[in-house]
């Protein structure tokens, strides 16, 4: 893990986590795109669980933001009941306004007495500093069987000067992220004892490079990687 800096020519207001999704939370939902992860959900998905099936998965969101992954779930015939879990009062507010889920939780890894079926982190690990206590967090939260789907934007996109850049009231402002290596995140997924089931990636897509001034020359490029994990083995103590 390494802290991302901005190319130097950028000047930029920086912001931590909390600060940045406070302003980012006003338009995030009419922002955010799901060219990063769309695909590598729904791909995993498929995997995963036969849509419109009556099985109830129970849905551990960690970093949930405003609840746009679950509902995305529900929105593609899944049966999910969820926790949502993410250090911005403000994204939370929102999420609770759309009363997808159940429960949600505003602090870092909080210790919950349940186990669920499916846990999430979508576009949240590029802010944590430890990847290591996340997985740590999330293998001790599944169940036997369980699974972890993790997609963030590729490595690549920090090698090449793009991170949390977020237009807020015609500037950007910058989110402070930390760049995982695709290495750091298997080592990491290993020492909890899981299997990567699969592990997918998503390219900029030359439409969408054509009307973007932030990724014109980047047709093509590794955007979005997910990571589909199991937990096949109940961790000693838990
Ligand atoms: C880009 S948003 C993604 C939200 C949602 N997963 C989605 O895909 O729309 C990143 C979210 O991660 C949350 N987050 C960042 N670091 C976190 C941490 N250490 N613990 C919990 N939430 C965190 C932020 O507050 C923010 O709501």
């Known amino acids: 893990m ?8 950028i000047e930029i207001d920086v912001y931590d986590v909390i600060t940045g999704y406070r302003q980012w939370s006003r338009s995030y939902d009419d922002t955010v795109t799901d060219v990063v992860d769309g ?3 729904s791909k995993f998905i498929s995997f995963l669980a036969p849509r419109q099936s009556s099985i109830e998965y129970r849905v551990l969101d960690y970093g949930c933001g405003t609840g746009r992954n679950v509902a995305w779930l529900k929105s593609n015939g899944l049966n999910v009941s969820a926790v949502g879990v993410d250090l911005s009062k403000e994204m939370l507010a929102i999420a609770n306004k759309k009363g997808l889920c159940d429960h949600l939780i505003n602090q870092e890894f909080p210790v919950l007495e349940e186990r669920f079926d499916l846990a999430l982190c979508i576009l949240a690990s590029c802010h944590m500093k430890s990847l290591q206590e996340l997985y740590d967090f999330i293998s001790s939260h599944l169940k036997p069987n369980g699974h972890f789907v993790l997609i963030d934007m590729h490595p690549h996109m920090f090698y090449v000067g793009k991170g949390t850049f977020v237009p807020i009231d015609g500037r950007k402002i910058y989110i402070e992220n930390y760049v995982h290596n695709i290495s750091d995140q298997i080592e990491c997924g290993i020492n909890m ?9 998503s390219f900029v897509p030359d439409t969408w490079a054509a009307k973007s001034i932030d990724h014109g020359d980047l047709s093509g490029h590794p955007l979005g990687i997910g990571y589909l994990w199991t937990s096949n083995s109940p961790r000693k103590g838990k």
């Open 2 to 9: 390494f802290k991302f800096v901005p190319p130097a020519q």
């Open 39 to 41: 695909a590598i959900l």
């Open 193 to 201: 004892g899981m299997d990567l089931k699969y592990l997918q990636e």
